[in-house]
């Protein structure tokens, strides 16, 4: 389950450190609120914990940006100087190429799903992204088995039209 959140947090926040930061923080809340229930529930508990958790983080980052767009005009940067270092490649990553090809599939991917409404983004992203049963994305979404069924066949229905060739 941890690996499942962990791409879904880092598919909706595109950085690593933040999903990590989102997985831990819906774990930690989904042990102290609802350590007690049976542990059935806890798979959609913890996912609509972690879509709470992603869309607070994308509103503050959000309205950061927005600040942030405004600072460099009133802060003098002429005596610093850009670190060499954290500019290098990493030697570690993957070959350019593979990376490139995947990276395009993965971005056609991703706009068509931010261009679902949001229910169907989220039917989508937890039926299959996270492998929930219906039962489990209904609470994880607070909405009943047959609108998760309608949004889900709906969401695919959406990116098929859009994703075309990219679509496996």
Same mark, same amino acid.
């Given at each position: 389950?941890?690996?499942?959140?962990?791409?879904r947090?880092?598919?909706?926040?595109?950085?690593?450190?933040?999903?990590?930061?989102?997985?831990?923080?819906?774990?930690?809340?989904?042990?102290?609120?609802?350590?007690?229930?049976?542990?059935?529930?806890w798979?959609?508990?913890?996912?609509?914990?972690?879509?709470?958790?992603?869309?607070?983080?994308?509103?503050?980052?959000?309205?950061?940006?927005?600040?942030m767009?405004?600072? %460099?005009?009133?802060?003098?940067?002429?005596g @610093?100087?850009? &670190?060499?270092? +954290?500019? *290098?490649? $990493?030697? !570690?990553?993957?070959d %350019?190429?593979r990376?490139?090809?995947?990276? @395009?599939?993965m &971005?056609?991917? +991703?706009? *068509?799903? $931010?261009? !679902?409404?949001?229910?169907?983004?989220?039917?989508?992203?937890?039926?299959?992204?996270?492998?929930?049963?219906?039962?489990?994305?209904?609470?994880?979404?607070?909405?009943?088995?047959?609108?998760v069924?309608t949004?889900?066949?709906?969401?695919?229905a959406?990116?098929?039209?859009e994703?075309?060739?990219?679509w496996?």
């Amino acid at each position: 389950m941890e690996k499942q959140a962990f791409r879904r947090a880092l598919f909706a926040l595109r950085n690593r450190d933040d999903a990590l930061d989102a997985v831990q923080d819906a774990m930690m809340r989904l042990v102290r609120s609802y350590g007690a229930r049976p542990a059935g529930e806890w798979p959609g508990l913890f996912y609509r914990i972690l879509e709470n958790r992603i869309k607070d983080m994308q509103r503050r980052r959000t309205v950061r940006n927005k600040v942030m767009a405004w600072l %460099p005009a009133f802060v003098s940067t002429a005596g @610093e100087s850009e &670190d060499p270092v +954290a500019r *290098a490649p $990493d030697p !570690l990553s993957p070959d %350019p190429e593979r990376e490139a090809a995947g990276s @395009e599939a993965m &971005d056609a991917l +991703a706009l *068509a799903v $931010d261009g !679902l409404p949001r229910r169907q983004r989220q039917a989508f992203l937890l039926r299959a992204l996270q492998g929930l049963d219906v039962a489990q994305t209904a609470v994880a979404m607070g909405v009943s088995a047959g609108s998760v069924k309608t949004h889900y066949s709906r969401a695919l229905a959406k990116l098929r039209e859009e994703l075309g060739d990219h679509w496996l």
